[in-house]
């Protein structure tokens, strides 16, 4: 089963950055929908930011408008999640995720602790 790599994220203060990112070796991500989830302690995994396969529209959950960037560099295979700002409320665990537009079939990362310390 394919597995999405990530790398990032870690102990950040209140009000300080991390970028997120998200690879793989074994699929083109610029054909995918990509997507950046998280899972706080005792809550559900909900989707934070999106980036389309056909023209990058980009799309955020409310609450991090403003202060999460998704992007994509396409020669290096690679999807990222700018987090400037960081918040407590911001402590998860961080997922990306891969959906094929034409079958929906989906890849996800093994996901990376973000803390964000008050």
């Known amino acids: 089963q394919l597995q999405l790599v990530q790398s990032g994220g870690g102990l950040v203060q209140t009000g300080g950055s991390l970028r997120l990112s998200c690879t793989t070796s074994?699929?083109?991500?610029?054909?995918?929908?990509m997507g950046w989830f998280r899972q706080a302690p005792g809550k559900e995994r909900v989707p934070i930011a999106c980036?389309?396969?056909?023209?990058?529209?980009?799309y955020y959950r409310d609450s991090v408008k403003g202060r999460f960037t998704i992007s994509r560099d396409k020669a290096k295979n690679t999807v990222y999640l700018q987090m400037n700002n960081l918040q407590p409320v911001d402590t998860a665990v961080y997922y990306c995720?891969?959906?094929?537009?034409?079958?929906?079939?989906?890849?996800w990362g093994q996901g990376t602790q973000v803390t964000v310390s008050s």
């Open positions: 995720k891969a959906r094929d537009p034409n079958t929906d079939y989906e890849f």
């Open positions: 074994e699929i083109t991500l610029d054909s995918y929908h």
């Open positions: 980036i389309t396969s056909s023209d990058d529209s980009t």
